[in-house]
């Protein structure tokens, strides 16, 4: 009996003792780490203020207002947004991003559904996988600079449809053609990129489903769609938001392979990111920042109801496997 009442006051004694130091301030543990969290958190709160969110204000504000880089800022309300409305560069820019974002994208993702089954069964896929994804480790402008080289009138490309027998195309550099060049260079990027995240996913599946559905005699298209889609479905939706974005903010490949030495590419194969670039920095020298203001706010926010509406449409209940 002794032993019990012991044992029952150190049970009481203990949440007492937890209570009263709760009371004055929690552990001194507790306490240590709210000393030291605003120490951690202030400064990078700070730069994330000054590069980030000072910056984007500023652009709102620009938006809706003329200037040149320097002397006084002109309020001139939605002036901007209305040469946007009415400015047939502006149109062919977001229609070329658009294209970017449904075309590419439908042409990138199917190239790597297709890859990701015949590399679930391909002996030295792995290094198959680190080739595919070589473009990816590269700088964006070196790969521009290559793409170039492929499609001259002498290059790769053509030497490859001569050695085929098919008759080269000597103008694949022309204006006309120059957008549609860089949407196939786009794909080649791209593919290897999400197939490899595709990939990752896929090799989380276990292999006894699909030799049950071997079994069963499924064919290689059933096996895809009623094991390997549902089960990677939620690296297919990271992908499909991550397209979204990087889609819309596409800029270094087609302005260092469409572009002269010193001067932006032609307008037919401008993108949301190449108008605003081209309103800030004129060829003539004439800087029109609010125009490029608000062709980015543009740009934000169809980042945003796109990653949104991306994100409603890929969302999926979670497989457990």
């Not at 700088?139 to 030497?159: H, P």
């Not at 197939?195 to 290689?220: H, K, Q």
Request: hydrophobic share 55%; proline share 4%; with cysteine.
């Amino acid at each position: 009996m002794e032993g019990q009442r012991l044992m029952t006051s150190a049970t009481v004694a203990v949440p007492a003792a937890t209570a009263q130091a709760q009371g004055q301030g929690g552990t001194p543990l507790a306490r240590a780490r709210r000393r030291l969290y605003l120490p951690f958190v202030v400064p990078a709160l700070a730069i994330y203020l000054l590069v980030f969110i000072a910056p984007s204000a500023f652009t709102v504000v620009l938006s809706f207002a003329k200037w040149a880089g320097g002397g006084p800022i002109e309020w001139v309300g939605f002036a901007n947004y209305r040469r946007l409305w009415y400015d047939e560069v502006f149109h062919s820019s977001l229609f070329n991003t658009l294209f970017i974002l449904v075309g590419v994208g439908a042409l990138t993702f199917l190239f790597s559904f297709g890859l990701t089954v015949v590399l679930r069964e391909m002996s030295g896929r792995k290094f198959v996988r680190a080739v595919i994804f070589f473009p990816n480790a590269v700088s964006a402008l070196a790969i521009s600079i290559l793409w170039g080289f492929l499609f001259q009138a002498d290059g790769l490309v053509n030497a490859a449809l001569r050695a085929l027998g098919v008759d080269a195309v000597p103008r694949w550099l022309a204006e006309e053609n120059l957008f549609y060049v860089i949407c196939i260079g786009l794909v080649w990027v791209n593919t290897g990129f999400y197939t490899t995240i595709l990939m990752a996913a896929v090799d989380r599946i276990p292999v006894y489903l699909y030799e049950a559905a071997d079994l069963e005699g499924a064919s290689a298209w059933h096996k895809f769609r009623h094991i390997t889609l549902p089960l990677m479905w939620d690296a297919v939706a990271v992908s499909a938001t991550l397209w979204a974005i990087t889609a819309i903010k596409i800029f270094e490949f087609i302005y260092v392979f469409a572009g002269a030495a010193g001067s932006v590419p032609t307008t037919k194969s401008w993108t949301l990111s190449l108008y605003s670039y081209a309103e800030a920095f004129q060829p003539t020298g004439e800087a029109r920042y609010g125009a490029s203001a608000a062709a980015t706010m543009v740009t934000l926010v169809l980042i945003v109801v796109l990653t949104l509406l991306t994100r409603r449409v890929t969302r999926r209940d979670t497989l457990e496997y």
